[in-house]
């Protein structure tokens, strides 16, 4: 079973940064599994954010314009999400995912609110 924790959400104001993390354990993650995070808004589908395939090669949203970057911690199985100059369109539930799609595990997510 694999368990994920996130962290790293809450308010921010427009042109702020946040953090996320997402560490996962159990089952059988590797530190260089595929992991990224995803988001929603309500009316909404589940959308990427960022996201690193075995190699570490990121992958992001076209919404994402160069603001954020994600990182890894292999040692960890941790990844990180670095966002800046953030706007109220980034207001959404942050989702992290492990796994590949056919057998992808969701976090719980973590609230981001841009707001003034």
């Known amino acids: 079973q694999v368990n994920i924790v996130e962290s790293g959400g809450g308010l921010v104001q427009p042109g702020g940064s946040l953090r996320l993390s997402c560490a996962a354990s159990g089952g059988a993650v590797s530190g260089a599994a595929i992991m990224g995070w995803y988001r929603q808004t309500p009316g909404k589908e589940r959308e990427l954010v960022a996201s690193?395939?075995?190699?570490?090669?990121?992958t992001y949203g076209s919404f994402v314009k160069g603001r954020f970057t994600i990182s890894r911690d292999s040692a960890k199985k941790t990844i990180y999400l670095q966002m800046n100059r953030l706007t109220p369109e980034d207001t959404a539930v942050y989702f992290c995912?492990?796994?590949?799609?056919?057998?992808?595990?969701w976090g719980q997510g973590t609230q981001v609110t841009v707001s003034s």
């Open positions: 690193l395939n075995v190699i570490d090669h990121a």
């Open positions: 995912a492990v796994g590949p799609s056919y057998m992808r595990v």
